[in-house]
């Protein structure tokens, strides 16, 4: 509750302040579709590999707010579901609803962003089941209050990831929640003209004092994109040492089947690449994506497309499409277990 009064109290005062042009919105979204088990291995319950028929009218597509524009301040509020779908093995979602949301304000040339919400992220194309790239390829942040500073490409900013919560990530040493580690911290570089963009961000979050265990936690990441007319082709990579040890920090420890937990000094490469094309009658997105842990011997991939057709005019849009996923070792034995989540997402946009 207490983040949630400091979003609002921030966003209001800003608004306030700075005499900005708020705008009401509403985004609402109805997830259809089936999960599909195709591997050797079954999730209990489901012994046959029978699809799973889901419907999901309550997610991280379904929001109202506010957004606000103006010369030297703006932002945006939501209050929304969910904050994310997962069908896979386990269908179903995570997260609470909640209120998320920035700030931002021109202080000369440096803008200074207040808010709760990812504190960076580089999302895929997929718009069926609003997947992005959550935790499989799309290196974010996860939803934490977090100030930025920004200038000139470069960003610099602390997020409270966890620190409120006080654990101590994974450390058999220390019991979790005796000690609250220091704030995350993230700094980098995006440069953007046009359509092309390139950057590079750096993320990590000191929670003890050995370095050998994992207790300072790191994240590198170079990402970009370029425009193929007609095709925009995205790519990122990212390497982390021992990302589980700062759970509240990086999004990637949410990943599917424990591919990066249990040994405690993971070494993660995460990679993905994007392609997005806009035709008539309707806007196509691919993206294949691929994470390993070297400690661990575990890895797995993702590969999705969909097609989202507009209703010109009307703010809706259908978008069916199918996202594979294969886990193919876990702790360098052969998982055997893949499934195919399929359907379609109705979104309306006011």
């Given at each position: 509750m207490k983040k949630i009064l400091a979003v609002l109290f921030i966003f209001m005062l800003t608004m306030n302040i700075f005499a900005v042009d708020v705008t009401p919105t509403a985004v609402i979204r109805l997830d259809v579709g089936a999960n599909v088990q195709l591997g050797d291995k079954y999730p209990a319950g489901n012994p046959g590999g029978d699809p799973t028929w889901n419907f999901n009218p309550f997610n991280n597509g379904t929001s109202i707010g506010v957004n606000a524009a103006g010369d030297n301040a703006g932002g945006w509020i939501h209050i929304r579901g969910n904050e994310h779908v997962y069908l896979g093995d386990t269908p179903g979602t995570t997260g609470t609803p909640g209120i998320f949301g920035e700030a931002w304000v021109n202080i000369g040339p440096t803008t200074l962003t207040i808010g709760r919400s990812e504190a960076w992220a580089q999302w895929n194309s997929i718009s069926l089941f609003g997947d992005i790239g959550w935790a499989f390829g799309a290196s974010a942040s996860t939803d934490n209050p977090f100030i930025k500073l920004s200038v000139e490409g470069f960003y610099f900013g602390l997020s409270e990831a966890g620190v409120n919560g006080k654990y101590i990530g994974?450390?058999?040493s220390v019991a979790p929640g005796d000690n609250a580690p220091f704030p995350g911290f993230f700094v980098g570089y995006d440069y953007a003209a046009d359509a092309f963009s390139v950057g590079a961000t750096f993320a990590g979050q000191y929670v003890g004092d050995d370095v050998d265990d994992g207790s300072f936690p790191l994240m590198f990441n170079v990402h970009g994109k370029i425009p193929l007319d007609p095709i925009t082709l995205g790519l990122n990579v990212a390497f982390y040492i021992a990302p589980e040890n700062a759970p509240g920090l990086f999004s990637i420890n949410s990943a599917p089947e424990n591919l990066i937990k249990g040994v405690g000094k993971s070494r993660v490469i995460e990679?993905?690449?994007?392609l997005s094309a806009a035709f008539d009658p309707c806007d196509i997105g691919f993206s294949g994506a691929f994470i390993m842990d070297t400690e661990?011997?575990?890895?797995?991939?993702k590969t999705?497309?969909?097609?989202?057709f507009g209703i010109s005019g009307t703010g809706f849009s259908i978008i069916p499409g199918l996202i594979y996923t294969n886990i193919l070792k876990i702790g360098g034995n052969d998982a055997k277990k893949s499934w195919l989540d399929v359907g379609v997402s109705c979104s309306y946009s006011y």
């Amino acid at each position: 509750m207490k983040k949630i009064l400091a979003v609002l109290f921030i966003f209001m005062l800003t608004m306030n302040i700075f005499a900005v042009d708020v705008t009401p919105t509403a985004v609402i979204r109805l997830d259809v579709g089936a999960n599909v088990q195709l591997g050797d291995k079954y999730p209990a319950g489901n012994p046959g590999g029978d699809p799973t028929w889901n419907f999901n009218p309550f997610n991280n597509g379904t929001s109202i707010g506010v957004n606000a524009a103006g010369d030297n301040a703006g932002g945006w509020i939501h209050i929304r579901g969910n904050e994310h779908v997962y069908l896979g093995d386990t269908p179903g979602t995570t997260g609470t609803p909640g209120i998320f949301g920035e700030a931002w304000v021109n202080i000369g040339p440096t803008t200074l962003t207040i808010g709760r919400s990812e504190a960076w992220a580089q999302w895929n194309s997929i718009s069926l089941f609003g997947d992005i790239g959550w935790a499989f390829g799309a290196s974010a942040s996860t939803d934490n209050p977090f100030i930025k500073l920004s200038v000139e490409g470069f960003y610099f900013g602390l997020s409270e990831a966890g620190v409120n919560g006080k654990y101590i990530g994974s450390k058999a040493s220390v019991a979790p929640g005796d000690n609250a580690p220091f704030p995350g911290f993230f700094v980098g570089y995006d440069y953007a003209a046009d359509a092309f963009s390139v950057g590079a961000t750096f993320a990590g979050q000191y929670v003890g004092d050995d370095v050998d265990d994992g207790s300072f936690p790191l994240m590198f990441n170079v990402h970009g994109k370029i425009p193929l007319d007609p095709i925009t082709l995205g790519l990122n990579v990212a390497f982390y040492i021992a990302p589980e040890n700062a759970p509240g920090l990086f999004s990637i420890n949410s990943a599917p089947e424990n591919l990066i937990k249990g040994v405690g000094k993971s070494r993660v490469i995460e990679a993905m690449i994007d392609l997005s094309a806009a035709f008539d009658p309707c806007d196509i997105g691919f993206s294949g994506a691929f994470i390993m842990d070297t400690e661990a011997e575990s890895y797995g991939f993702k590969t999705g497309a969909c097609a989202t057709f507009g209703i010109s005019g009307t703010g809706f849009s259908i978008i069916p499409g199918l996202i594979y996923t294969n886990i193919l070792k876990i702790g360098g034995n052969d998982a055997k277990k893949s499934w195919l989540d399929v359907g379609v997402s109705c979104s309306y946009s006011y």
